[in-house]
């Protein structure tokens, strides 16, 4: 299937890369990660075991206001999975409100992904100044060993009470970096809150994420994405 648009939460397997493995992205919401958790050894082995999963992953509600818990969370992935080298590519502090505000952050596998290119995108849209709380991060990765070769991920945490919003905005993010970057395999990943109350089905006609049918959703409606037993939603994509 051609498809000019992957949506996707938790494990993708991409493309066969040579060797027989599957070359993975993810995406993660670490909940307020910062100092404290960094300090927590068995948190950051837990983490360590899911993320090193993965060839490529999102993180997202990365709180590191000192910038130390990042590095701390590389070197035990490190110590996790030894065959592997790891590096980390941040965005800028996002946020609305100096008070909160949280990162973008890609951990890559740099033995099979290397950075091509990355693109804050402005706090503004034409006709709408702030569409976003968290502007995208977009960044484009080669990949040599995988069919695809070259691929670009944009992220986004949408904020809950402006799902629909901002969703929607996003449409206006990938057509900006089909035409930059001149590629179709672009990848919107993340902590999207897009179902349930935070996206309702009457609002969903609103948002051409959703609207255009030449776009794939790879994350389908029934799947549950969250971790508490009380709430079944697909939240992220």
């Known amino acids: 299937m051609s498809m000019s648009l992957l949506l996707l939460s938790f494990l993708l397997a991409l493309s066969n890369v040579q060797g027989g ?5 993810c995406a ?5 990660f910062g100092e ?13 075991s899911i993320i090193s999963r993965c060839d490529v992953c999102l993180l997202q509600e990365v709180r590191d206001n000192k910038g130390t818990a990042v590095p701390k969370l590389l070197q035990t992935i490190g110590r996790y999975d030894p065959q592997n080298q790891y590096d980390a590519l941040a965005s800028e502090r996002l946020g609305r409100q100096k008070s909160y505000q949280e990162q973008y952050v890609f951990v890559f596998r740099t033995n099979t992904v290397t950075v091509t290119g990355q693109y804050q995108y402005p706090d503004n849209l034409p ?11 977009v960044v484009r990765f080669r990949a040599p060993k995988t069919s695809i070769k070259e691929f670009v991920l944009i992220p986004q945490h949408t904020t809950p ?7 929607d905005a996003l449409y ?7 035409k930059m970057w001149k590629t179709e395999n672009v990848m919107l990943l993340g902590d999207f809150n897009a179902d349930c109350g935070y996206l309702a089905k009457k609002n969903r006609q609103n948002v051409r994420l959703i609207t255009d049918s030449s776009l794939y959703w790879l994350i389908p409606e029934n799947s549950d994405t969250t971790v ?3 709430t079944s939603c697909s939240y992220d994509r």
């Open 28 to 32: 993660f919401n670490l909940h307020h």
């Open 36 to 48: 404290s958790k960094a300090n927590k050894n068995d948190v950051m082995t837990i983490l360590a």
């Open 228 to 230: 508490r037993l009380t």
């Open 161 to 167: 009470s402006n799902t629909t919003k901002e969703l």
């Open 127 to 137: 006709g709408d100044e702030d569409a976003f709380s968290r502007e995208p991060f």
């Open 21 to 25: 493995s599957n070359f993975r992205i």
């Open 172 to 178: 206006d993010v990938l057509q900006q970096v089909r």
